[in-house]
């Protein structure tokens, strides 16, 4: 079981917006703005997408964007398009000096 | 280009060990933390440990799962990151990718492009 709680699926069709969630506790997501996003395409490494919250490097489309409420850390892509679909993995520095992940969200573009 | 390239993955028997190796390029090695994340087949990320900076405090940190059987290390003269595993599981078959921690930072980039590791009799 893993540290921070992703859905295990989203879909969306081009143009639309989706949100996947994040949610940790007061030890990790909570505590630190240290929440990252990571994009994985079948057989690629992970790339970073949105790092400390909701700085997104550059590079990385402006569709996508970042945030947190309390526990729970958010990423949005706006305007969805064919080349969005993949797997997406939260990360969060924990009080433990440790890192987490979450369990990935598998993004399907209809 | 700032790049990551893992190697020394492998088939080794359970109880065996392993030792992989991350060679980084184009950018100040020595600055960085280095990172150890795993993936095994069909399933999420797995942070297996970090590597500051020589001389800070606390240098290492593990994941539970690997605590007392993994080390990493590294050698800036070599620009390399070095991961012992030792009493290797079946569980432990997975890709390793080793990451540059950000500056300042709690994000990872790159990421090598990683290394298959089966356990396996």
């Known amino acids: 079981q893993s540290a921070l709680t992703q859905p295990a699926s989203v879909s969306g069709s081009p143009g639309q917006s989706i949100t996947i969630s994040c949610t940790g506790t007061s030890s990790d997501v909570g505590a630190y703005d240290y929440v990252s996003w990571y994009q994985q395409h079948p057989g690629e490494a992970p790339k970073v997408m949105i790092y400390?919250?909701?700085i997104r490097p550059s590079g990385v489309s402006g569709r996508f964007s970042g945030s947190k409420s309390g526990n729970t850390a958010s990423l949005t892509i706006s305007g969805l398009q064919a080349e969005d679909e993949g797997d997406y993995y939260c990360?969060?520095?924990?009080?433990?000096?440790?890192?987490?992940f979450g369990g990935g969200t598998k993004l399907t573009v209809l | 280009e700032v790049q990551l390239v893992e190697s020394g993955g492998g088939l080794v028997q359970p109880g065996g060990s392993l030792k992989l190796s991350c060679v980084a390029s184009e950018f100040v090695f020595s600055d960085f933390p280095i990172h150890w994340v795993r993936q095994a087949p069909g399933r999420g990320l797995e942070w297996v440990g970090r590597?500051?900076?020589?001389?800070?405090?606390?240098?290492?940190g593990y994941g539970e799962s690997v605590k007392g059987r993994f080390t990493i290390s590294r050698d800036d003269s070599k620009n390399t990151a070095y991961l012992q595993m030792n009493s290797l599981k079946t569980e432990d078959t997975a890709v390793y990718y080793c990451?540059?921690?950000?500056?300042?930072?709690?994000?990872?980039?790159?990421w090598g492009q990683g290394t298959l590791v089966t356990v396996s009799s």
């Open positions: 400390d919250v909701n």
């Open positions: 590597i500051r900076r020589i001389g800070d405090t606390n240098a290492t």
């Open positions: 990451l540059r921690q950000l500056l300042g930072s709690a994000g990872f980039d790159p």
């Open positions: 990360s969060s520095h924990t009080s433990t000096k440790a890192w987490a």
